[in-house]
């Protein structure tokens, strides 16, 4: 998988997730309209650059989203 799309994925993800946290109404999208483009973008041009195939950044795509997810289901739930 492309470690780019991964680690992008799981910081600008968790970045947007915090700042909405800290929003009330409509600004609650906003962290997450500036920074979905740029995970988009950091995966587009891994392919673009032939450093990656599309499955492979897809594959990075999906693990990143899945490390947010999992670190946040333990936050909540008390166990880091």
């Known amino acids: 998988p492309s470690g780019h799309s991964t680690l992008s994925t799981a910081v600008y993800l968790t970045y947007a997730i915090l700042a909405a946290s800290t929003q009330r109404g409509a600004w609650r999208l906003v962290p997450y309209l500036l920074l979905l483009p740029l995970i988009?973008?950091?995966a587009m041009?891994?392919?673009m650059?032939?450093?990656h195939t599309g499955e492979e950044v897809v594959v990075g795509l999906?693990?990143?989203t899945s490390i947010v997810g999992l670190v946040w289901w333990c936050l909540l739930r008390g166990r880091l």
């Open 40 to 42: 988009a973008i950091i």
């Open 45 to 47: 041009t891994r392919v």
């Open 49 to 51: 650059i032939t450093k």
């Open 62 to 64: 999906v693990l990143g």
